[in-house]
């Protein structure tokens, strides 16, 4: 196909040349169309050849494919690992939550036993003073009562009549 365009061009060069030697314009307007025809010709094979660029263009896309394959795998390991985590956590707070629970009644039971041992302690502790005598009841003394005066009339001195400003009292 490239030498059939270059032999088309060369025989538009060809003809341009003999048609000025004859000074034949006609004949040198169709070398011109020939010419032009060769180059274009060439011009279409030579620089529009995309079968390297189709083959570089189809290497570049399988190499995407494999690329968004490999990402597709990351993603799902990455979602496998992301839920086995997941798991493990779940696991693990669940244990958290059961050994916070026997640790809680654990220590309950260690403060009842220390309240019940303090308790008894403490009860001891009462018994032997009462038998030592430091809870003894104290004496009983005879205390100052205050008297009111309503309560006993007969003991009450009789008031003084009041003079103040011309007042007369009873």
Known sequence: MIAAAAVTTTVGLATILHAIVHDDLPLSIGGLALTLIGLTALILIA???T??????LAAAQRAAQDEQA???AARAANEVEYGRLRQDINAERYANAARLIAEREAMANEFA???????????EATVRMFQGGKF???ETKAGNL?????QHPERQPERARSREHGVVGP
């Open 47 to 49: 620089v529009t050849n």
């Open 51 to 56: 079968a390297e660029e189709r083959r570089r």
């Open 70 to 72: 490999r990402c597709l």
């Open 113 to 123: 036993e220390r309240r019940a041992a303090d308790i008894a302690e403490t009860m």
């Open 136 to 138: 003894a009841p104290a």
């Open 146 to 150: 205050i008297e009111f005066p309503r």
